[in-house]
């Protein structure tokens, strides 16, 4: 079994824990590891044989047993006791909005329902409002959920949600009196895919503010519409949630809708043993029945009562930024204004959308000191690939846009195809010719882990590659990943100094944040591009610049947070005894 398996193995076994009413320890230990193992870049079978499962963060030796026995066996007996208890189809259940594990455990318990057919079935008859907690409004929001559910079942791409939100929150600001206004849950985190869109704000007539969300054009339903707080289905099939929140209440009402879950379960528990009380409407000490309120007005205050630094929302995941800031370890995550540089985009050249000329000329309107202009190789035939031909006639064009745009460095650059033999798609000699060499798979998908492996890392052994596009080559909902050992490949990169990319456009976010974290652990350098294919796609970098964030990246990982001058000296090729390249 691979990570990924036996991190739902222990998920599940969470849930049926917690379905049974058993010990929210003991459910949260193994939520916990399940997470833990999602998040781990390396192969536990490798850990395993080191003798290094109980080294792991949460792992301790009865989750370790469990794990060699799923690496031995493929199964764990306890989960597979768990399901014969409880219907394995529980969990379909547990997707519909609104049914959680102590529902789940009562519609079970009471009315033997384990299928999200049967919950309809049983709410459409109206079975489900006599039950305690429930009622006839729970009934329909339970059918509205299942509806949901069968047509919007997909989280949404950061990108899209992002566009979404903003949306929402300029049209409030034109026709509503707000006062301070946040997305709020895994948007403000900057996941790569998105549930619900939250948003809080303040304001001193909040039933207006109501009125103008639930009035928007891109409502489909409004699904609450309350004094404080609604819910309503946009267009786009996202659901959109708003509250209103007091001044006094704004900075702990912003720290706990934006979670992540554990992070506030941790920072709960903290609270707890020293004495405090943490919720949405503040911070509290408690002094027997007495509390004392001693902050929420600012979200710093939640943080500060427990001897805590804040924590960038990007961080909040529980993996460690809870400890890094009570020992005053958090990295300097780096800024969107740190970039000095976008060193992946395509031009009329290729597959691109705009001229070089127009290209530079955006980039410079953004600030930036240089770029690389990677049109594709000549294997992409889809994308126009370019001959050697074609590839020197483009480096006069980019002589001609240095003098049409001063003030920024275009590099003469290419985005050239791995084979699948782990040769590039021009001769040594060609690739000498260009200022940046950046490395990427586009075809092969289905090959072996160990066969992907040999050949990126093949790749990275030419003297001529400076740095690798995309790393896993996935599309966010739309195309797994190809079977890779990150962890080897990443070894690679740091030995031969090969820089790695995070692939900004929403689509991608390719290195992910975990591989990203490992990245630096392991000494590789970072670059953050957007893979631009028109001038307006180079806005997309903020999305890169989050995903390093959430890998905790600071500027001084990243290559093109350095002055021109700086960046050249510290690629690849300009290391000693590098090949002297020929001027194209």
């Known amino acids: ?312 929302p990007e961080l909040r995941e529980d993996t460690g930024e809870i400890e890094a800031a009570r020992e005053g370890r958090l990295p300097r995550l780096v800024e969107l204004s740190d970039i000095k540089g976008d060193l992946q985009m395509h031009s009329e050249w290729s597959d691109g959308h705009n001229t070089l000329i127009e290209m530079a000329r955006a980039a410079k309107a953004l600030g930036y000191r240089y770029i690389a202009v990677t049109d594709h190789s000549v294997s992409e035939v889809q994308a126009n690939g370019m001959s050697v031909e074609r590839l020197r006639a483009r480096a006069a064009e980019i002589e001609k846009a240095r003098k049409a745009v001063p003030g920024i460095a275009i590099l003469n650059a290419a985005e050239v195809d791995i084979k699948g033999d782990g040769s590039l798609d021009y001769p040594d000699e060609v690739l000498a010719e260009l200022d940046f060499v950046l490395a990427s798979v586009h075809s092969g998908f289905k090959a072996t882990r160990d066969a992907m492996t040999r050949r990126i890392v093949k790749a990275l052994e030419n003297p001529h590659v400076d740095a690798l596009a995309h790393p896993t080559g996935r599309l966010i909902g739309r195309r797994e990943p190809y079977e890779v050992d990150m962890e080897a490949v990443l070894e690679a990169a740091a030995r031969l100094g090969v820089a790695v990319e995070i692939n900004a456009h929403p689509d991608r976010l390719d290195l992910k944040d975990v591989h990203a974290r490992r990245a630096k652990e392991l000494g590789v350098k970072i670059l953050i591009n957007t893979d631009a294919h028109s001038a307006d796609q180079l806005s997309l970098m903020h999305f890169g610049v989050a995903t390093a964030r959430r890998g905790w990246l600071e500027a001084a990982d990243i290559l093109n947070t350095l002055p021109l001058a700086r960046f050249k000296r510290s690629l690849r090729r300009a290391r000693p005894g590098r090949k002297r390249r020929r001027r194209g």
């Not at 060699?68 to 189809?89: F, N, S």
């Open 1 to 312: 079994m691979n990570n990924a398996e036996i991190a739902e193995v222990f998920s599940q076994i969470a849930t049926l824990l917690e379905i049974k009413g058993e010990n929210p320890f003991r459910v949260r230990s193994y939520r916990r590891a399940s997470e833990t193992i999602a998040n781990l870049t390396e192969d536990l079978s490798a850990i395993r044989e080191r003798g290094e499962l109980r080294g792991i963060p949460g792992i301790g030796a009865a989750i370790a047993g469990k794990i060699e026995e799923l690496l031995d066996t493929g199964k764990c007996a306890q989960h597979q006791e768990l399901l014969r208890e409880i219907p394995e189809t529980v969990f379909e259940m547990l997707e519909v909005q609104g049914v959680g594990p102590k529902t789940v455990k009562l519609l079970w318990e009471k009315l033997g329902i384990a299928t999200v057919e049967s919950l309809e079935e049983a709410a459409r008859g109206g079975l489900l409002r006599d039950l305690p907690g429930l009622g006839e409004k729970t009934e329909q929001e339970i059918l509205r959920g299942i509806q949901r559910l069968r047509e919007y079942g997909e989280r949404t791409n950061l990108g899209a949600a992002w566009v979404l939100a903003r949306g929402i929150m300029d049209h409030l600001r034109e026709c509503a009196p707000v006062e301070r206004m946040e997305p709020a849950g895994s948007l403000r985190r900057m996941k790569e895919t998105i549930g619900d869109i939250d948003i809080l704000v303040t304001s001193q007539r909040p039933e207006e503010v109501m009125e103008c969300f639930v009035k928007m054009d891109c409502v489909a339903q409004v699904l609450a519409h309350g004094p404080t707080k609604s819910s309503v289905l946009t267009t786009e099939g996202v659901q959109a949630d708003l509250r209103v929140v007091a001044p006094e209440s704004w900075g702990a009402a912003l720290q706990y809708f934006t979670g992540s879950k554990q992070h506030n379960v941790h920072l709960r528990d903290l609270a707890v043993r020293a004495g405090f009380k943490l919720n949405e409407y503040g911070v509290f000490r408690v002094k027997g029945k007495r509390e004392e309120r001693v902050g929420g007005e600012r979200e710093e205050e939640m943080y500060q009562a427990l001897g805590l630094e804040w924590m960038p």
